[in-house]
T-cell receptor, first 114, second 115 residues
Framework: GDSVTQMEGPVTLSEEAFLTINCTYTATGYPSLFWYVQYPGEGLQLLLKATKADDKGSNKGFEATYRKETTSFHLEKGSVQVSDSAVYFCALSPNAGNNRKLIWGLGTSLAVNP | EAGVVQSPRYKIIEKKQPVAFWCNPISGHNTLYWYLQNLGQGPELLIRYENEEAVDDSQLPKDRFSAERLKGVDSTLKIQPAELGDSAVYLC?????????????FGEGSRLTVL
């Protein structure tokens, strides 16, 4: 079945460091891919998305490119801030069938130190 | 625009007691979801509504969990009786599109502790 695998955390970085959080997926067909973020004490929020191969989603300085050849959707940011400290979830939505249940990764906790 | 509203934010009960969570989705959103999130895990879908119809409740433990979405707006999730293993955060989300395209709007969650 469909699945999402993301790198285990926690990830600890200093402010202004480069961030990569790896996400790979297994799916039939052509799923849509998402990154959600959960800041401390808050609900999950959609960070960015990509709906087809080679699409790049971007928001708040974060980027992720839908790579079908490597079945990956890695999250990157060139210079992290303390305010980026959160848990990041990779997810996919199958584009086949009527029951488009979101498939979630386990989440990667990021802590950014000043 | 108001977001998804959930209550209560926190609930502590003893095992075998009942508990209920309430969710008010974003106005105009037809699709409503209840998820369960354990510490260090991703969300797990319990039930999805399209308007007032439960279209996916395959993961809902129906022996103790029930949900309703009367009039296709707000929703209630109930657990009776609660067990120790039910301690988790219960998330409500809504989406403006039918069949769920992955763009969900979440509430802040209701954290349940069962003693």
């Amino acid at each position: 079945g469909d699945s999402v695998t993301q790198m285990e955390g926690p990830v600890t970085l200093s402010e202004e460091a480069f961030l990569t959080i790896n996400c790979t997926y297994t799916a039939t067909g052509y799923p849509s891919l998402f990154w959600y973020v959960q800041y401390p004490g808050e609900g999950l929020q959609l960070l960015l998305k990509a709906t087809k191969a080679d699409d790049k989603g971007s928001n708040k300085g974060f980027e992720a490119t839908y790579r079908k050849e490597t079945t990956s959707f890695h999250l990157e940011k060139g210079s992290v801030q303390v305010s980026d400290s959160a848990v990041y979830f990779c997810a996919l939505s199958p584009n086949a069938g009527n029951n488009r249940k979101l498939i979630w990764g386990l989440g990667t906790s990021l802590a950014v130190n000043p | 625009e108001a977001g998804v509203v959930q209550s209560p934010r926190y609930k502590i009960i003893e095992k075998k007691q009942p508990v209920a969570f309430w969710c008010n989705p974003i106005s105009g959103h037809n699709t409503l979801y209840w998820y369960l999130q354990n510490l260090g895990q991703g969300p797990e879908l319990l039930i999805r509504y399209e308007n007032e119809e439960a279209v996916d409740d395959s993961q809902l433990p129906k022996d103790r969990f029930s949900a309703e979405r009367l009039k296709g707006v707000d929703s209630t999730l109930k657990i009776q009786p609660a067990e120790l293993g039910d301690s988790a955060v219960y998330l409500c989300a809504s989406s403006p599109r039918l069949a769920g395209t992955g763009e969900l709007f979440f509430g802040e969650g209701s954290r349940l502790t069962v003693l």
